[in-house]
């Protein structure tokens, strides 16, 4: 699991396909050092298994399906991409759970700068749409953001400074493609209530109300 707290910024230094798998090899900075091979480790918001460490590079192997569901296809060399280590039992819970398993990509559609912070917004499909609610988090290429607005199936989050510096959304523009992985409790909620006949029949705005909600 994840937090979606970007650690780094790591440079992609190539990119192929290898037989039916592809190899990924990112440049860092002081992460690889503490990553031995089997390790899980986000990059862009997808869970990847380090398969090799050294010396300031890191190397994964990744499935085909990983590529066509997600934008770690489209890398190129020179490429930035977010890392961020699996979080420690005994650490602080600074995002949200994250699992890295991506549920779609998306385009961006709108950014707008105002007063040093950004606006960005991206169009998801309507299936993801239950998931996701006004002040509930998202991650975006594996960043935990906060969603601030919602118009249709158009999503909008805020980005604070410190975001667009430390991390690639700094650099997203309209028309790039984006991992988007809804807030893992909304899936289960989701899911329970949905082949749950009582909760259905008995989840309402005024039993809410009436239980203090």
């Given at each position: 699991?994840f937090?979606?707290?970007?650690?780094?910024?790591?440079?992609?230094?190539?990119l192929?396909?290898k037989?039916t798998?592809?190899?990924l090899?990112?440049?860092v900075?002081?992460?690889?050092?503490?990553?031995?091979?089997?390790?899980?480790?986000?990059?862009?918001?997808?869970?990847?298994t380090?398969?090799?460490?050294?010396k300031?590079?890191?190397?994964?192997?990744?499935?085909?399906?990983?590529?066509?569901?997600?934008?770690?296809?489209?890398?190129?060399?020179?490429?930035?991409?977010?890392?961020?280590?699996?979080?420690?039992v005994n650490?602080?819970?600074d995002?949200?759970?994250?699992?890295?398993?991506?549920?779609?990509?998306?385009?961006?559609?709108?950014?707008?700068?105002?007063?040093?912070?950004?606006?960005?917004?991206?169009?998801?499909?309507?299936?993801?749409?239950?998931?996701?609610?006004?002040?509930g988090?998202?991650?975006?290429d594996?960043?935990?953001?906060?969603?601030?607005?919602i118009?249709?199936?158009?999503?909008?989050?805020?980005?604070?400074?410190?975001?667009?510096?430390?991390?690639?959304?700094?650099?997203?523009?309209?028309?790039?493609?984006?991992?988007?992985?809804?807030?893992?409790?909304?899936?289960?909620?989701?899911?329970?209530?949905?082949?749950?006949?009582k909760?259905?029949?008995?989840?309402?705005?005024?039993f809410?109300?009436?239980?203090?909600?």
């Open positions: 699991m937090t979606g707290i970007i650690e780094q910024l790591g440079t992609v230094k190539f192929e396909k037989s798998i592809y190899q090899e990112v440049a900075f002081g992460l690889a050092e503490d990553t031995r091979a089997g390790q899980s480790i986000c990059v862009n918001g997808v869970c990847l380090a398969v090799r460490s050294e300031g590079l890191v190397v994964f192997e990744i499935m085909p399906e990983t590529i066509k569901r997600s934008n770690l296809g489209r890398l190129k060399l020179g490429d930035k991409v977010n890392l961020e280590r699996a979080v420690k650490g602080r819970l995002g949200h759970l994250v699992s890295g398993h991506i549920d779609e990509t998306a385009l961006v559609s709108k950014r707008q700068e105002q007063a040093g912070e950004a606006v960005l917004s991206v169009k998801v499909s309507t299936s993801l749409l239950p998931y996701i609610v006004i002040k988090s998202l991650a975006v594996g960043v935990s953001l906060t969603v601030s607005a118009q249709g199936q158009e999503i909008s989050v805020n980005l604070i400074p410190y975001t667009l510096k430390n991390s690639t959304l700094g650099i997203r523009k309209i028309g790039d493609l984006v991992n988007i992985e809804a807030d893992i409790l909304a899936k289960y909620v989701h899911n329970y209530l949905s082949h749950n006949e909760y259905q029949s008995s989840l309402s705005q005024s809410l109300k009436e239980h203090g909600f």
